[in-house]
């Protein structure tokens, strides 16, 4: 078999919960939802920290037909191809396993199509999860007040996530215009979480375990790693960068590629 593309590695999402490296509470949140059922639940946390693929992987455990044991999906249903695939232009609900699921991406959704959402009484129903991404955006321009009764009203669950939801204050400390939900939205979430970044030591071995898998060799490892860890600030989205340059260039990280690898424009 071929190795994973560059591409692939680009796209790489966790399909094991062992596969999530840091967010040990989030992760621990995540999974009591699989064994339970989930709440409204808003996870905010730095960029790169494995947010929505956090919460994909807890929505792919929810929507399998045929999830494993160890929670984990299965990864080749209906449900799990669903959730996986990239998502159409247009609002749908994925009605497949024991969850229904729809997937907003709140960057491009329009308010047209947040208050056609907020008519679809179809999306209602307790095994109906919501998810609204990048959701502080909505709140550029008050498209977040549209939800609010949804919100509020719907037996669905309502999962949503963001770098941050507050907005930025003036100096006499009252919100100012910009990215961020309202207060009233954000009290609509029962569960609010963060994201944790994972400790060097933990990092390190996901690396490695990666990296035998994705038949990427790393030269001068213990070096090579640790100035990956130390250059990525140990955000998982960024650590892959570098690798997934190595994959197009004869499958060798380096430790001069880790050195010279400009991860500002990620920021
Ligand atoms: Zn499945």
Redesign the pocket.
């Known amino acids: 078999m071929c190795p994973i593309t560059a591409r692939g590695i680009e796209m790489w999402s966790p399909q094991r919960w062992d596969e999530i490296v840091g967010n040990t509470d989030l992760k621990t949140a995540l999974q009591q939802y699989v064994l339970n059922s989930p709440p409204n639940t808003l996870v905010t946390g730095t960029k790169r920290s494995c947010k929505t693929r956090s919460m994909l992987l807890c929505i792919q455990s929810l929507v399998?037909?045929?999830p494993q044991e160890d929670l984990n999906?299965?990864?080749?249903?209906e449900?799990?191809q669903a959730v996986r695939s990239p998502r159409g232009e247009h609002i749908e609900l994925f009605r497949l396993g024991r969850y229904g699921f729809v997937h907003v991406d709140c960057n491009v959704v329009t308010a047209k199509e947040l208050r056609e959402l907020s008519m679809k009484w179809e999306f209602d129903g307790e095994k109906t999860i919501i998810y609204l991404d990048e959701v502080a955006d909505l709140g550029k321009d008050g498209r977040d007040k549209i939800l609010m009764k949804p919100i509020d009203e719907w037996r669905c669950t309502w999962f949503a996530s963001a770098t941050k939801v507050t907005k930025p204050k003036d100096k006499q400390g009252r919100p100012r215009r910009g990215e961020g939900l309202s207060g009233a939205v954000i009290n609509r979430f029962a569960n609010l979480l963060t994201t944790t970044l994972p400790k060097p030591e933990q990092l390190d071995g996901w690396i490695r375990q990666r990296c035998l898998e994705w038949e990427i060799e790393i030269e001068q490892e213990a070096a090579t790693i640790r100035r990956l860890i130390e250059r990525s600030q140990c955000r998982v989205g960024h650590v892959k960068q570098p690798i997934v340059v190595a994959a197009s260039a004869g499958r060798v990280l380096t430790l001069e590629r880790v050195e010279n690898f400009n991860f500002r424009p990620l920021e």
């Open positions: 399998c037909h045929h999906p299965c990864g080749k249903c449900g799990c």
